[in-house]
C-alpha cells in the first residue's frame, strides 16, 4: 500500500499537470501571482494557490488567505491616475519640486514645497506622511515617501521606500496605488527594485494563526506611472522581473518560515520536487539508500542520527537555447539543527529552523532561472538532512570518508553545514561547470564579523568574486569578501584525517569554514558565501519583517545569473 505522504504527492502532482497556464505560474505566501496580460496591456497577477509547500504541510486549522495584485505601467501623469493613493518619493536634498511630481505638488496647492521648505516634513530615507487631496483628484491620498540623499541612492534603497509607502497605504486600508518610475540608471534595476518593495512591504507569514479570521489586507493594484517614457514595453519587462524576484523572494521565505516538525528533509525535497514541476525544472531526489550507493557518507553521518532521513536534491534548468555559462548553485539544507553530540544552549535554539536559509534562497533561484527563462544552464544542489542528538549520531572524533575521498575527523558535530556542502561540492566539480557557488548559514563568527547587514565572501577566483560583489551592490543583497590566505590553511588540519571539521575556537572562524570547502571544488572558479548574519534575525526593515526569514541570496543569485548574460 502506498504511504499517505507519497500518495498526497502523487494527487498533487497529477492535479497540477492538468492545469493550463497562459504565460508563467507563481507560487507565495503573499501576493501569489500568476501572470498574464489583459486586453489593456497591463499585467495581472493573480493567486493560484497560497502554498510555497505541499497541501498536507499546513495544519487542518489553517484557512488559505487569497490576495489579487494587479501591476501597470501607465504613460498618464502620477496625479491622473485613478487609484486610492500617489506614492511620491521625495529626496533629502531637494530644494526644488522634481520634475515627476511637480504636477502632483500644483494639484494640491503646493502643500508638498511648503513642507519641504519649512522641515515639517525631512525626507530622511523611509520617512513617511500620508496627505489628504482636495476635491476633484481621482486620488484621495498623497504619501510622501524619503528617499534619503540623492546621491545616496541605490536599488536597495528604492525597494525599501516603496516598502514604506505601501505598508502606509495598507495602514489606511486603502486597496489601489500609484507610484513614479523612480529615476537610477541602470532603469532595470530602479524599477524592479520599487516593484519589489511593493511586494514584499507587504510580506506576512500566517500559515499556523488559527484566531485571525479577518481578510488579509492588501494594495490590489499598483501603477507606476511613466508619463516621460515612450518605450513603455521595456519598463513592463523590467516590472516583471521584479514581480519574478520579489515572488522567488517570498517562496523562499515561506520556506525558511516553516517550523523543522513541518519541513524535515523529505519535506524539503518534496517543496522543491512540486515547485520544479510547476517552474519547468527537472528534478532528482536521492534517498539515504542512493546515498550510501554514491559514497556521500558526511551527508549521512550528519543525519544519522535523527529519525528523518537525508536527502540530496537536484534541480536543473537547462533552456533548449542555451548560450550562457554553465553554473552550480548549492544550498545548505540543515531543516533543524540541535547541534547533535555536541548540543547548542537553549536558547534560540528554536531559530534552528533557519539553518535550511541556503537550500531555500538557491530554490528560490532556480526558480527565478526558469521564471525569466534566463539563458544559462543552471544546477541546484541541497543536501539536506536534521541534525540531532541519538543513539546512533556521529560522536566528536569520529573519522569519515567523503565523497571524493578525502578523510574528515569531525571534532565538532554542531560544525556540520561544511559537511554536507563538502560532499555536494566535489559532486558539483565533478560536473566541470563554468562557477559553483554556495550559499549557507554557516558560522556564527560571520555574523560576529559583518552583523545583520552583508553575507561574507570567500573564494578562489578574484574574476567570480567581482561579478559577485557587484551582483550583491545590484540587488540590494550586499556581501563583503573576507581572506582566504594561504596561513589559514593550518586551521583546518587534522592529526588522524585529512581534515579536521572544526578549527581551534574564537579564531577565524568564518574563514576556517571556507578553508575546509576549498579543497572540496578543486580548481573550478568558487564562491562561497556565510549568510548567517543575514537569512534571519536583522534589524526590521519596510520589506523584512522582524524575527521572519529574509530570503536572502534570491535576489543575489538571480542578479549574478542575469550579469552572466549582459
Given at each position: 500500500?502506498?504511504p499517505?505522504?507519497?500518495l498526497?504527492?502523487?494527487?498533487h ?37 497560497n502554498?510555497?509547500?505541499h ?14 495584485m ?39 496647492g503646493?502643500l ?15 520617512r513617511?506622511?500620508s ?22 541612492m541605490?536599488?536597495?534603497t ?12 495598507r495602514?489606511l ?8 518610475v523612480?529615476?537610477?540608471r541602470p532603469?532595470?534595476?530602479f ?10 512591504g507587504?510580506?506576512?507569514?500566517k ?16 501603477v507606476?506611472?511613466?508619463p ?5 514595453r521595456?519598463?513592463?519587462k523590467?516590472?516583471?522581473?521584479g514581480?519574478v524576484?520579489a515572488?522567488?523572494v ?14 524535515a528533509?523529505?519535506?524539503l ?18 534517498d ?7 559514497g556521500m557518507?558526511?551527508l549521512?553521518a ?29 544550498g ?10 555536541s548540543l ?6 528554536d531559530?534552528m529552523?533557519f ?13 527565478a ?6 539563458p544559462?544552464?543552471?544546477w ?14 556521529t560522536r566528536?572524533?569520529?573519522?569519515v ?8 575527523e ?14 555536494a561540492?566535489?559532486y ?7 562557477a ?19 553575507a561574507g ?11 559577485m560583489k557587484?551582483?550583491?551592490?545590484r540587488s ?5 569578501e573576507?581572506?582566504m590566505?594561504?596561513?589559514y590553511?593550518?586551521?583546518v588540519?587534522s592529526?588522524f584525517?585529512d581534515?579536521?571539521?572544526a578549527?581551534?575556537p574564537?579564531?577565524a ?10 579543497p572540496?571544488v578543486?580548481?573550478v572558479?568558487w564562491?562561497?558565501?556565510d ?10 526593515t519596510?520589506?523584512t ?6 530570503g536572502?541570496g534570491?535576489r543575489?543569485?538571480?542578479?549574478y ?5 549582459e
Open positions: 500500500m502506498m499517505p505522504i507519497l498526497c504527492q502523487w494527487i502532482r497529477l492535479c497540477r499537470r492538468r492545469i493550463k497556464l497562459q504565460l508563467c505560474q507563481w507560487q507565495t505566501s503573499f501576493p501569489p501571482f500568476q501572470c498574464a496580460s489583459d486586453k489593456a496591456g497591463a499585467l495581472s497577477y493573480g493567486n493560484l494557490r502554498s510555497g509547500m497541501p498536507f504541510f499546513a495544519p487542518a486549522t489553517f484557512r488559505e488567505r487569497t490576495a489579487i494587479r501591476v501597470e505601467v501607465r504613460r498618464e501623469p502620477l496625479c491622473n491616475q485613478d487609484v486610492d493613493a500617489l506614492i511620491v518619493p521625495v529626496f533629502e536634498d531637494s530644494n526644488a519640486p522634481d520634475e515627476g511630481w511637480r504636477l502632483v505638488d500644483r494639484e494640491v503646493g508638498i514645497s511648503q513642507l519641504l521648505k519649512t522641515g515639517e516634513f525631512r525626507a530622511s530615507a523611509n513617511v506622511m496627505l489628504h487631496t482636495p476635491a476633484g483628484m481621482p486620488a484621495g491620498r498623497v504619501i510622501l515617501v524619503g528617499m534619503g540623499k540623492r546621491k545616496a541605490v536599488p536597495r528604492t525597494c525599501e521606500a516603496f516598502g514604506a509607502a505601501i505598508r502606509k497605504i495602514e486600508r486603502k486597496e489601489s496605488a500609484a507610484g513614479l523612480p529615476v537610477g532603469a532595470a534595476d524599477v524592479s527594485a520599487a516593484v519589489e518593495g511593493v511586494v514584499l507587504q510580506y506576512e507569514y500559515r499556523y494563526q488559527t484566531n485571525d479570521t479577518e481578510k488579509l489586507q492588501v494594495v490590489e493594484r499598483f507606476l506611472a511613466a516621460d517614457r515612450k518605450d513603455t521595456s519598463l513592463e523590467f516590472t516583471r522581473e514581480l524576484k515572488d522567488c517570498a517562496f523562499a521565505r515561506d520556506l525558511q518560515n516553516a517550523p523543522a516538525n513541518d519541513l528533509p523529505q519535506g525535497a518534496a517543496a522543491a520536487e512540486s515547485m520544479a514541476d510547476e517552474a519547468g525544472l527537472s528534478c532528482e531526489v536521492w539515504d539508500n542512493d546515498l550510501r550507493r554514491w557518507n558526511t549521512l550528519v543525519g544519522q542520527g535523527s529519525s528523518n532521513a537525508p536527502r540530496f536534491v537536484l534541480l536543473k534548468h537547462e533552456p533548449k537555447r542555451n548560450n550562457g555559462p554553465f553554473v552550480i548553485l548549492a545548505k539544507g540543515i531543516t533543524f539543527d540541535s547541534g547533535g553530540i547548542k544552549p537553549g536558547r534560540d535554539m531559530e529552523k539553518d535550511m536559509s541556503g537550500a531555500a534562497a538557491v530554490m528560490g533561484a532556480l526558480r532561472a526558469a521564471d525569466l527563462a534566463l544559462a544552464q543552471v541546484g544542489l541541497i543536501p539536506a538532512a536534521e541534525n540531532m542528538p541519538g543513539g546512533r549520531s566528536p572524533g569520529d573519522i570518508k567523503t565523497y571524493s575521498g578525502k578523510t574528515v569531525i571534532t565538532n558535530t554542531d560544525a556540520e553545514g561544511r559537511l554536507v556542502l563538502c560532499d561540492l566535489a558539483a566539480a565533478e560536473q566541470k561547470p563554468d559553483i557557488v554556495d550559499v549557507a548559514t554557516l558560522t556564527g563568527a560571520c555574523v560576529v564579523a559583518l552583523g545583520h547587514v552583508a565572501m570567500m573564494g578562489n577566483d578574484r574574476a567570480l568574486m567581482d561579478r557587484e551582483a550583491g551592490d540590494g543583497d550586499r556581501v563583503w573576507l581572506p590566505w594561504d596561513a590553511d593550518e586551521l588540519k592529526k584525517a581534515l579536521n571539521n578549527g581551534p574564537r579564531i572562524g568564518a574563514i576556517c569554514g571556507a578553508k575546509f570547502l576549498e572540496f578543486g580548481e572558479p564562491v562561497h558565501l549568510v548567517a548574519g543575514t537569512a534571519w534575525g536583522g534589524t526590521e519596510p520589506t519583517p522582524k524575527e521572519l526569514g529574509s536572502f534570491v543575489l543569485l538571480t542578479r545569473l542575469q550579469n552572466c548574460n
